[in-house]
T-cell receptor, first 112, second 115 residues
Framework: DTAVSQTPKYLVTQMGNDKSIKCEQN?????MYWYKQDSKKFLKIMFS???????INETVPNRFSPKSPDKAHLNLHINSLELGDSAVYFC???????????FGPGTRLTVL | KNQVEQSPQSLIILEGKNCTLQ??????????LRWYKQDTGRGPVSLTI?????NTKSNGRYTATLDADTKQSSLHITASQLSDSASYIC??????????????FGKGTKLSVKP
């Protein structure tokens, strides 16, 4: 009965590889987000999708591409991984008028 | 520049004691202010959400206050427990044309409750 789930929980990969992180929510929310939390624990918003439309893109490199096959899923694909991409990535979802986000457990990405 | 600043950066208190965390923001146009608790290795969990017209909101032992005039918020934790050890993040939402806009995150206060 997990509300927001992410897979995988841990991801270790080499520089230059392409990887994807999946996110699913079963709350019926219409907005989903991707965040990056760096080693200093600072959360930064990367993308927001509302009803499958991108509404925020916080100057993230175009190596990062969100893909939303439906309202319940927002996947994050990363091309040509770099050392600086190492971080914890959080997915979140929200019903816009309720102003409350529910976060997933995070995916710890380590680029070697 | 839209910013959210939190203090202190870290705090250690004894179990059973009260504490207050601060959040100052320079965000406009303001929509709402949220406090999140993030346990180590987990995603943030919402504690309170306050709009412009609300100046206090409680969630159990957590009480948040908001002064929209001075652009300050505080999170007061009463009778702290070991499980309160976590990072507490203040987030301010910008209001663009009535729709949910950007979120500005503070860097968090790391609270450690010792027995």
């Amino acid at each position: 009965d997990t509300a927001v789930s992410q897979t995988p929980k841990y991801l270790v990969t080499q520089m230059g590889n392409d990887k994807s992180i999946k996110c699913e929510q079963n709350l019926g929310h219409d907005t989903m987000y991707w965040y990056k939390q760096d080693s200093k624990k600072f959360l930064k918003i990367m993308f927001s999708y509302n009803n499958k439309e991108l509404i925020i893109n916080e100057t993230v490199p175009n190596r990062f591409s969100p893909k939303s096959p439906d309202k319940a899923h927002l996947n994050l694909h990363i091309n040509s991984l770099e050392l600086g991409d190492s971080a914890v990535y959080f997915c979140a979802s929200e019903r816009r008028e309720h102003n409350e986000q529910f976060f997933g457990p995070g995916t710890r990405l380590t680029v070697l | 520049k839209n910013q959210v600043e939190q203090s202190p950066q870290s705090l250690i208190i004894l179990e059973g004691k009260n504490c207050t965390l601060q959040c100052n923001y320079t965000v406009s146009p303001f929509s709402n202010l949220r406090w999140y608790k993030q346990d180590t290795g987990r995603g943030p969990v919402s504690l309170t959400i306050m709009t412009f017209s609300e100046n206090t909101k409680s969630n159990g032992r957590y009480t948040a206050t908001l002064d929209a005039d001075t652009k300050q918020s505080s999170l007061h934790i009463t009778a702290s427990q070991l499980s309160d050890s976590a990072s507490y993040i203040c987030v301010v939402s910008l209001n663009y044309g009535g729709s949910q806009g950007n979120l500005i995150f503070g860097k968090g206060t790391k609270l450690s409750v010792k027995p």
